[in-house]
């Protein structure tokens, strides 16, 4: 597949649904049930669900700030590829301090719903911004 530099806004709202729709099933479950897929990475694993969706993205759209496109294919790579510790790269300028979720490079990725929560808007406000 060739890299993207737009989305349909169908493309994104589907995004959102899905999003949606894990939550709400989640919120359907028992807490104790809800507990033990948090402690199971269910929200790593909706990032990486996210990310999948929008995988293609280019990094001229993108950018290389700190943002929250990028701070996702950050932690996608890093749960992937580094056994779920976050790592940096070469190409985006990554501060900790100025991240959605405020990991610092080296911490275990273990996010939270609210971590979530955050990540996934600001990664649809940016689609809706950059690629529309």
Do not use: C, W
């Amino acid at each position: 597949m060739l890299g993207r530099k737009d989305f349909t806004q169908d493309e994104i709202d589907a995004g959102k649904r899905a999003v949606k729709r894990a939550l709400d099933t989640l919120d359907t479950l028992p807490k104790t049930a809800q507990s033990t897929l948090q402690q199971g990475g269910y929200f790593n694993d909706l990032a990486l669900g996210l990310d999948r969706r929008y995988v293609h993205r280019l990094r001229g759209v993108t950018g290389k700030d700190g943002t929250p496109l990028n701070e996702l294919e950050l932690l996608v790579e890093s749960l992937m590829n580094n056994d779920g510790v976050l790592r940096g790269n070469n190409v985006v300028k990554y501060a900790a301090e100025k991240t959605v979720v405020g990991l610092k490079v080296g911490d275990r990725i273990t996010l939270s719903r609210d971590d979530f929560d955050r990540l996934s808007s600001g990664v649809f406000a940016e689609l809706e911004q950059k690629y529309r």
